[in-house]
Nanobody, 124 residues
Framework: VQLQAFGGGLVQAGFSLRLSCAAS????????MGWFRQAPGKDREFVAA????????YYTDSVKGRFTISRDNIKNTLYLQMNSLKPEDTAIYYC??????????????????WGQGTLVTVSS
């Protein structure tokens, strides 16, 4: 499956952005999906995940209550609504697709396909 992430940009702290990830090539609803991010000089880290049906959702602690992951299996699109953004949220955000991720949803190797990333910059 091909993934294309978009929606990043430059915002001030406290504001919101919505990232989207458009999928094509294979049946989107067959895949668990995740958002990861990589800040300058840091390793890629897990942000949020949603299973194929949308019934199981997970977040890293630092974004709980601020970010919301969702998916539209008709539009073949994954979303990440980011509210109350902080400067420490600055990173390149990647969407990823995998199957049967189960308890490995936080691990990047559990995902087979990756988008190209979209840059989010939050100024203080």
């Amino acid at each position: 499956v091909q993934l294309q992430a978009f929606g990043g940009g430059l915002v001030q702290a406290g504001f919101s952005l919505r990232l989207s990830c458009a999928a094509s090539g294979r049946t989107f609803s067959n895949y668990d999906m995740g958002w990861f991010r990589q800040a300058p000089g840091k390793d890629r880290e897990f942000v949020a995940a949603i299973n194929w049906s949308g019934t199981n959702i997970y977040y890293t602690d630092s974004v709980k209550g601020r970010f919301t992951i969702s998916r539209d299996n008709i539009k073949n699109t994954l979303y990440l609504q980011m509210n109350s953004l902080k400067p420490e949220d600055t990173a390149i955000y990647y969407c990823a697709a995998g199957q049967n991720t189960y308890s490995d949803y936080k691990r990047a190797p559990a995902y087979y396909y990756w988008g190209q990333g979209t840059l989010v910059t939050v100024s203080s």
